[in-house]
């Protein structure tokens, strides 16, 4: 007789979640609850392309997980259902400029949006918006989302041409959507893009415990076999979220990850326990996603940084005492210098340099002091905050050295 397939087993294998896609990073959620206000606000703004208008341009910021994209990709699924039911000419489109960084590439994300069939790679920024201007100027309106747009390095040059395209079409209209977790970005926009973009603006603010609490009660039941979670755990996930800032993404991913570790487990409950589990494995995926989206000359320092901690066994104080980890700022610059020459990339000099460490240190993936008079002459005395080994890992792959 045939032994048994090994996926017999594996696919009847019991799991708590009845759907654990639901709770994908990907997913955007049905219902948002504490944010009825700000859909009503945003379908408010929106509405007026409904009556063939153009209708203000709006600028969303809030930090991280605080529900921006969810609820606009809400709204804009709504609009355009609506629209698409009654026959009016209005469509969305929805850009994460994360992507698409530049003026060129979101204009050619957009006009590819607009003309499915179209191939439009290495074409002229001019001809792409002629393409653009062309597809409104039969009546249409069109809604422009665009999402992380901080990261957009021409931003001036993109919202510029957006904006004036309404001055070229008597017909339609564009409305843009500017997204940004950036709480500083709107003080940095130039004074005339300013004032395009953000002709409304809305703040999303953080979610409290009880509010992370209620919102993954609500996930749970779509994502999890009947009362699998328990109540405890709920609370304990919420409140995790809520030190980190109030974000519902770390919240979420609480809820997944303890979902993992009690499939792994193979057991029925997810408990105070389960959730405890998780929130290391979160906090880890959080740092090295922060790592991943630091700017590339960031990154060189920060992975001079791990290499040399690796390599060296720390300082020795006057005392005698080995101080593990811990590296002279002047040694990390040399390193940093040496691996950007070898991979052949530009040198910041040693006043950027210094900027770099004081923002890594911001961002809590070092940590740095004088050294005071221990030590010879006085120097920055940097240490790495976090596993030197998962960094340089992580960074030989993002910088494609190692
Ligand atoms: P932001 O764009 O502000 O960073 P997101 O909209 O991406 O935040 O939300 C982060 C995560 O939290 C997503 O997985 C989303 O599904 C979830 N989330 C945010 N707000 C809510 C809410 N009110 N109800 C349910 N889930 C939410
Ligand atoms: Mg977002």
Same mark, same amino acid.
């Given at each position: 007789?045939? =032994?048994?397939?090994?996926? @017999? ?15 994908? *990073? ?29 209708? @203000? ?18 709204? %804009? ?30 204009? +050619? ?11 439009? %790679?290495?074409?002229?920024? #001019? ?41 070229? +079409?008597?017909?339609?209209? +564009? ?15 130039? *004074? ?42 709920? =609370? ?9 800032s109030g974000d519902a993404r770390t919240a979420v991913m609480l809820l997944l990850r303890a979902g993992e570790v009690a499939d792994r487990k193979g057991i029925e409950k997810i408990t105070d326990e389960e959730v405890k589990k998780a929130k290391n494995k979160v906090e880890e995926e959080l740092i090295l996603n922060m790592v991943s989206t630091l700017p590339e000359q ?30 002279? =700022?002047?040694?990390?610059? @040399? ?22 460490? =004081?923002?890594?240190? %911001? ?24 596993? #030197? ?10 910088? %494609?050295?190692?």
């Amino acid at each position: 007789m045939l =032994s048994q397939n090994i996926f @017999d087993k594996e696919f009847d294998r019991d799991s708590v979640f009845t759907d654990r896609n639901l709770l994908s *990073p990907h997913y955007t959620p049905l219902e948002l609850p504490f944010r009825e206000h700000q859909i009503k606000q945003i379908s408010h703004i929106l509405g007026q392309t409904l009556h063939n208008k153009k209708s @203000d341009n709006l600028f969303i910021y809030g930090k991280t997980g605080t529900g921006k994209t969810s609820t606009t990709k809400n709204v %804009m699924k709504q609009l355009v259902e609506f629209s698409s039911a009654k026959n009016i000419k209005v469509e969305g489109i929805y850009i994460n400029c994360r992507n698409h960084n530049s003026k060129y590439r979101a204009l +050619i994300k957009i006009v590819k949006d607009l003309y499915p069939e179209g191939n439009f %790679m290495g074409f002229s920024a #001019a001809f792409i918006y002629e393409k653009l201007v062309g597809y409104v100027r039969a009546g249409k309106q069109l809604v422009i989302v665009l999402d992380e747009v901080d990261k957009v390095k021409d931003l001036d040059e993109l919202i510029y041409a957006l904006t004036r395209s309404n001055d070229e +079409i008597d017909k339609g209209g +564009i409305t843009v959507v500017g997204i940004s977790n950036n709480l500083m970005f709107k003080d940095r926009l130039d *004074p005339r893009t300013k004032s395009s973009l953000c002709e409304q603006e809305m703040v999303f603010p953080p979610y409290n415990a009880e509010e992370l609490k209620e919102i993954l009660k609500r996930r749970a039941e779509h994502a999890f076999k009947k009362d699998v979670v328990e109540d405890s755990a709920l =609370s304990l996930a919420a409140a995790f979220a809520a030190q980190e800032s109030g974000d519902a993404r770390t919240a979420v991913m609480l809820l997944l990850r303890a979902g993992e570790v009690a499939d792994r487990k193979g057991i029925e409950k997810i408990t105070d326990e389960e959730v405890k589990k998780a929130k290391n494995k979160v906090e880890e995926e959080l740092i090295l996603n922060m790592v991943s989206t630091l700017p590339e000359q960031q990154q060189l320092v920060l992975y001079a940084i791990s290499v040399l901690s690796l390599e060296k066994r720390g300082i020795r104080k006057i005392t005698g005492q080995l101080e593990e980890g811990v590296l002279f =700022s002047g040694e990390i610059y @040399d390193e940093y210098e040496r691996i950007a020459k070898k991979i052949g990339k530009d040198v910041v000099s040693a006043r950027w340099y210094r900027e770099y460490i =004081s923002e890594l240190e %911001m961002y809590g993936l070092i940590l740095s002091t004088n050294s005071g008079k221990g030590i010879k002459g006085q120097t920055r005395l940097i240490k790495l905050g976090f596993d #030197a080994r998962k960094i340089r890992q992580l960074l030989e792959k993002e910088l %494609m050295i190692g």
